[in-house]
């Protein structure tokens, strides 16, 4: 059964069978179940990887369903969260594998255990707070990660391997200040984009998970499918940067204990405030403008108002939220990270 199931991936030189023997004993990670992460899980299920992890603390909604393809109607009808209705198609489409949901918010009290045991960590999240907080998880841990994101019709995508390629920080050393990066839910994203960058890391997966190491691509991609760009910045000969707070000092400042969003919970008021750890100074004019197509939007020079659907955010100059309708911390994070990017 297995033979014929896989004879044609079997059949490609750079996996072969002891490839495929690799892939089947395989365990994964997918942080992130949305665009990228479903289209990744997909791919490395029918190819065999043994044992999958999908972690997400969001539900589906009707307005995921033309890019992220692992739901159907029925599941945002049942608001199911992403990673049951995703391990539950995952089954459908191949039962010799093990897929384990985990419908939680990897922050970084969580982080080292939901990647402590796996071989590889693959990157669907949506947002920079949480890729700043696997590259310091995977540096200190040593676990390969491999980094993917897309907007609009642009994506880009690098392998990070531990002290031996650049890390996220060494090529980007600060995390962007939130509302300044468009999102899927500011500036909308084409699903043609997103299958390129899922294929670009499932493919750098594959390479990693059968020990074609060679193989690597070596570079940060870069893809607008709609300009018609396509770069290849090679990084493989630069290795870990000096001076790059994670892996050459090995300060880990997203794992520490006052790291990550401060998350309060307004009692009584069905609200939640978020509080990034380093106040950034958010433009409320602009980010205006990037949220009036989506919703009711007002400001003043003090704060921002946006309402969506059933929410309402208060968005203030230093970067604090105040997110009302809500008074479960998974949801207003993931509110905040897809209007202001992190
Ligand atoms: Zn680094």
């Not at 920080?169 to 984009?193: H, K, N």
Request: charged share 25%; net charge neutral.
């Amino acid at each position: 059964m297995r033979n014929d199931r896989y004879s044609r991936q079997l059949l490609f030189s750079g996996i072969g069978g002891d490839g495929q023997e690799r892939l089947s004993r395989a365990h994964v990670v997918i942080i992130g179940c949305g665009a990228l992460g479903a289209m990744q899980a997909e791919m490395l299920a029918r190819a065999g990887v043994g044992r999958l992890r999908l972690i997400d603390r969001d539900f589906v909604e009707e307005s995921n369903l033309h890019r992220q393809v692992l739901f159907e109607e029925s599941d945002a009808a049942a608001r199911l969260p992403k990673a049951v209705a995703g391990a539950a198609r995952l089954a459908r489409i191949n039962s010799d594998i093990s897929v384990e949901p985990l419908v939680r918010d990897a922050n970084q009290t969580n982080i080292e255990q939901m990647i402590g045991d796996v071989d590889l960590v693959i990157d669907g999240t949506d947002n920079f707070e949480t890729r700043y907080l696997i590259n310091d998880a995977a540096v200190k841990l040593s676990k390969p990660w491999v980094y993917g994101a897309a907007v609009g019709a642009h994506g880009v995508q690098m392998t990070i391997r531990p002290r031996i390629t650049p890390c996220l920080r060494c090529i980007f050393p600060e995390m962007p200040a939130p509302g300044t990066s468009p999102t899927c839910d500011t500036a909308g994203v084409i699903l043609p984009i997103i299958a390129t960058i899922a294929a670009a890391q499932v493919t750098e997966a594959l390479k990693l998970l059968t020990g074609r190491e060679a193989q690597l691509h070596g570079a940060l991609l870069q893809y607008d499918l709609w300009e018609n760009r396509f770069s290849r910045l090679r990084i493989d000969k630069m290795g870990p940067q000096q001076g790059c707070r994670t892996c050459d000092d090995g300060i880990y400042d997203f794992l520490g204990t006052r790291a990550g969003q401060m998350v309060t919970s307004l009692c009584g008021r069905n609200a939640i405030q978020i509080s990034p750890p380093e106040p950034a100074p958010v433009e409320l004019p602009k980010l205006a403008e990037q949220l009036r197509n989506i919703g009711e939007v007002s400001y003043n020079a003090y704060l921002l108002k946006f309402r969506t659907g059933e929410f309402e955010l208060t968005i203030f100059p230093d970067s604090r939220c105040l997110i009302r309708g809500t008074d479960d911390q998974m949801v207003a994070r993931s509110l905040y990270a897809r209007y202001l990017g992190t």
